[in-house]
């Protein structure tokens, strides 16, 4: 039975190693374009959220309880009421015209650095699934956090 686990074991960390695709080389400027925009982009994203939801639940009168209630809420347990359902609504509305604005700024990013924006979703995949890639950008965040 360990033979089996050990075995288990091996191609399990073989697997997972392997899919860390390093087919794919990426020059120096492309690593730090890409940290630069990664960096910009967080940045950006956060500020614009939280005045906006803000702002809207206070117009149509949401406490932050109620706020969380909604955002967990299923079907079957609890019916939204009329104004938490036009809340819901202008969230779900204004969520995607965030998103958009956020794409937008980072094809703008990507432009003004010279990194394709094809190259940089191809990065920022590999960035999330691979520890190795990970690391290897460490330095470049270090280095643009100062």
Request: proline share 1%.
């Amino acid at each position: 039975m360990k033979i089996f686990y050990l075995w288990l074991l091996i191609c399990v960390t073989q697997v997972s190693y392997s899919q860390c695709d390093d087919s794919t080389i990426y020059t120096e400027a492309e690593k730090e374009s890409f940290v630069r925009i990664y960096v910009l982009n967080k940045k950006e994203k956060s500020q614009s959220k939280n005045p906006l939801f803000y702002s809207l639940a206070t117009k149509h009168s949401i406490t932050p309880k109620q706020f969380q209630e909604i955002q967990h809420t299923n079907e079957s347990k609890r019916s939204l009421s009329e104004n938490e359902q036009a809340f819901v609504s202008e969230l779900q509305i204004l969520k995607l015209k965030d998103k958009a604005k956020l794409k937008i700024v980072e094809e703008n990013n990507c432009q003004e650095l010279k990194l394709e924006h094809i190259t940089y979703l191809a990065m920022h995949q590999q960035y999330r699934s691979c520890i190795r890639f990970q690391r290897s950008l460490s330095d470049y965040f270090t280095k643009w956090m100062k």
